[in-house]
């Protein structure tokens, strides 16, 4: 074998951050906030996951060639739950691929194109979870698994721009990167 094998890296490098994707965004720890329906075998599953995995990597090939205005990337968000639904009620918990899943997702999918360069900086948002909720000034905050409104989405991007241009910055996606950092100083300073 010769060559650079630069198409096999980008494709090892796209199903590492995938199973990255999926394996944080659908682990909810909430028993009242479940992805799955009870019952659902893991085929079905592997179904969900799967038109997943195509659903994000088509959309994250828009996002690669044109940065996508903010309405634009709420609109692809509700969208992407709208159509999850959809396909696959039968097989969701309550019928219903949330919102809040709905933006782990693809933020968190589009926060890790962004971190390898792949994608112009910033991405419209960050991945909002209960570390990143946590930190907002909201009362009451809400639990990203089971946010299914999207002008409960919006207050989350209101509040955390709040506290990006409080820490001098205009992008959510550094502040969020930012907050990723820290928390990870504390946890090897704690260990």
Not at 41 to 70: C, F, M, Q, W
Not at 76 to 90: G, K, M, Q, W
């Amino acid at each position: 074998m010769s060559g650079d094998f630069a198409q096999e890296k980008r494709k090892f490098l796209e199903n590492e951050i995938m199973l990255l994707t999926l394996n944080a965004g659908l682990s909810t720890r909430d028993r009242h906030s479940k992805i799955y329906a009870d019952g659902v075998d893991d085929d079905h599953k592997e179904k969900i996951r799967d038109a997943i995995r195509n659903k994000l990597s088509d959309l994250g090939h828009g996002y690669i060639t044109k940065v996508s205005p903010e309405e634009e990337h709420i609109r692809n968000i509700v969208e992407f739950a709208d159509e999850l639904t959809s396909e696959f009620s039968r097989m969701l918990d309550k019928g219903r691929f949330r919102i809040g899943v709905s933006q782990k997702v693809i933020n968190l999918y589009l926060k890790y194109l962004w971190t390898l360069g792949w994608l112009a900086e910033p991405p419209c948002h960050c991945p909002f979870d209960s570390i990143v909720i946590g930190t907002l000034d909201l009362s009451p905050r809400p639990n990203w698994t089971c946010l299914d409104s999207i002008d409960e989405y919006r207050s989350l991007v209101t509040s955390a721009r709040k506290a990006a241009s409080k820490a001098g910055l205009s992008s959510l996606a550094v502040w969020e990167l930012g907050l990723y950092d820290e928390r990870r100083r504390n946890q090897s300073a704690s260990a």
